[in-house]
């Protein structure tokens, strides 16, 4: 028993050590494939298993294939950096200025006093907010931004309860006073013991005050247990409530999540392969991605309001305790968000750059070929160059107002006396905050993701799994994808979803051109359904952080999580397969044969790769 505890103590050494050695046939096999395959499954193995932290698995990348032969170092470094994790990374670094104003917890309390302060209404209040915020930023981030607002309103609505349940109704609310009322029973010598209760039959006997004393003190009881599960599944409710529209949010615009950059990446290699644009871009994505995320954001809160507040809760007419408790929730609430006060002039201007940034990046490139991008040589200004000019400006425009634009003449000229004063807030993202909470390892997953997919298609490893899923054809592409994602969904569940998105968008890809249908319908719900991990706490980092609060159980979140899954992706194909193969005309393949033969004999030419 010892031998095996300290086995599990160095489990991650042996797993450095040995998956590497296991695999080593792969390595010294002639063919490119395999060899490709033995840095995937190396790759895959670690992510899994985090025997090394995720970013470094990732960087491994810059290690495993250029020893291999697949790929040389000057070319990964070429892939790992490219427009779209400057595109990512412009969303990190605005998530770290929203979170520096302020400007989300406005935004959480503003739509709590909105929606109102009933079970079923506060679970939307917290889910909408989340949903929005995780669109234009990360998962991980919006989740970490909002769960402390939910953690503070679960706190106050549980004072509230205690305290109003004190206050009002029921004599035997209080615990103190039903054992005093029971306390003075036995002291008069009416009470019965514990061991003549069975020997009492009330249909004989004429009821005491202490019998009913007794009942309505057991009867209380059961009310507060009663009470208590309610409570506990409703803070389940609410905590979960986070982790899934921040997953669900991701899906709607090309920078919710990673997976989405990966697979716009990818398909921009597939296409220009062909000589032809993917056009999967910001406002493409947006008009794909936004409805499947509506729908899928109603069909997550009507499941979560069935599984912990069930039907009747429709039909129940509140108590005047409960309208007291949820009155007094409702004024703590408005309390807190007046305690904000007014708009304070960061967070006015973190708004305005984020409108403008929204509306730049949806009308770089219009559907008929227009937008303002045109103004510039095709394929140098692109969504990252936005985005980093925006940046740029918020590292320079200050975050209170300055003196020359107040109305109090006295404060002007007093701060007027230095420049250094004018600017006293500061900027509105200082360099100091981003190097120290600006994720990192987000950029370096994704960069070993774009390596992962390159050398899988330079090397022939993905062409080689989609020969081998030929045995889809038979199969209508609609349900061929709809297997697919179901898949991806559960792969999920205990990897990943950039990593599973790295290795599963180049074979998905490949897999549509085997089968001549268009690489979009595969890869679009391919791809979403990597965000579609609802199930365990390791799935991916919003779960974690929901998990870690201690209000979820682990048996309940998978529970909740399966049914959930299949829900979403069904909503996913079902927009896939209709309005979206309309938008994109999905219903063909963009390509001839001609190209395709071409393409294959690039791809079995690692040579071709240029710098």
């Not at 009933?118 to 949903?131: A, E, Q, V």
Request: net charge neutral.
């Amino acid at each position: 028993m010892s031998i095996l505890k300290d086995l599990l103590l160095i489990r991650k050494v042996l797993i450095v050590i040995l998956v590497p050695l296991v695999c080593l046939p792969l390595a010294l096999s002639e063919s490119k494939e395999m060899t490709c395959s033995y840095g995937v499954i190396i790759m895959a193995v670690f992510w899994i298993t985090e025997a090394l932290p995720i970013p470094v698995t990732a960087f491994c990348s810059v290690i495993v294939f250029p020893i291999t032969g697949i790929i040389t170092s000057k070319d990964i470094a070429r892939v790992f950096f490219q427009q779209n994790t400057t595109f990512i990374m412009v969303t990190l670094c605005f998530a770290l200025a929203v979170e520096k104003c302020g400007l989300h917890t406005r935004v959480a309390l503003f739509t709590l006093k909105q929606v109102g302060t009933s079970p079923r209404r506060l679970l939307l209040g917290f889910m909408l907010p989340t949903w929005f915020l995780s669109m234009w930023i990360s998962n991980t981030s919006t989740t970490a931004m909002m769960m402390p607002i939910v953690l503070s309103v679960i706190e106050e609505m549980k004072y509230f309860r205690i305290d109003v349940s004190e206050q009002g109704g029921d004599q035997f609310s209080k615990k103190k006073n039903s054992s005093f009322d029971i306390a003075d029973a036995s002291q008069s010598g009416d009470a019965v013991g514990e061991n003549e209760r069975p020997l009492l039959k009330y249909d004989d006997i004429e009821e005491t005050s202490t019998i009913k004393i007794s009942r309505r003190v057991d009867s209380d009881k059961v009310n507060k247990r009663q009470e208590k599960k309610a409570f506990e599944s409703m803070c389940t409710a609410f905590v979960l409530s986070i982790c899934y529209s921040s997953s669900v949010g991701g899906g709607a615009s090309l920078t919710g999540t990673l997976p989405n950059i990966i697979m716009a990446s990818q398909a921009d290699e597939i296409f220009a392969s062909y000589g032809l644009e993917s056009n999967v871009n910001f406002l493409t994505w947006f008009v794909v991605g936004l409805p499947i995320s509506v729908v899928n954001l109603i069909v997550t809160w009507s499941w979560l309001s069935l599984r912990f507040f069930g039907v009747r809760s429709l039909f129940h007419n509140q108590t005047p305790t409960e309208k007291e408790n949820r009155k007094a929730i409702a004024d703590r609430i408005t309390e807190k968000f007046d305690s904000l006060g007014p708009m304070t002039f960061a967070e006015i201007a973190v708004c305005a750059f984020f409108l403008t940034l929204v509306s730049l990046w949806l009308s770089i490139k219009t559907p008929n070929g227009g937008g303002w991008g045109a103004l510039f040589t095709p394929g140098y200004v692109t969504t990252a160059t936005v985005g980093v000019i925006i940046i740029a400006i918020m590292f320079l425009f200050p975050s209170e107002c300055p003196t020359f634009l107040r109305n109090n003449k006295n404060d002007k000229d007093k701060l007027l006396q230095t420049s250094r004063r004018i600017f006293r807030g500061g900027a509105l993202l200082d360099w100091k905050m981003v190097q120290e909470r600006l994720p990192w390892g987000v950029l370096m997953l994704m960069g070993g993701g774009l390596v992962i997919a390159k050398s899988a298609q330079v090397s022939g490893l993905s062409k080689w799994i989609g020969v081998r899923l030929e045995v889809f054809s038979s199969l209508p592409p609609w349900l061929c994808a709809a297997i697919m994602s179901l898949v991806i969904s559960f792969m999920t569940e205990i990897s990943n979803g950039s990593t599973v998105a790295s290795i599963i968008c180049p074979i998905l890809g490949r897999l549509a051109q085997t089968l001549g249908v268009h690489p979009l319908l595969f890869l679009f719900p391919g791809t979403m359904a990597c965000s579609y991990a609802f199930m365990l706490p390791v799935a991916c980092a919003p779960n974690n952080i929901a998990y870690s609060t201690g209000l979820v159980p682990s048996r309940v979140m998978m529970t909740t999580g399966f049914v959930l899954d299949i829900l979403c992706v069904l909503v996913l194909n079902t927009g896939i397969n209709t309005y979206t193969t309309s938008y994109l005309d999905l219903t063909s393949s963009p390509f001839n044969a001609t190209l395709a033969t071409a393409l294959t004999s690039v791809e079995g030419n690692s040579s071709a790769l240029t710098v």
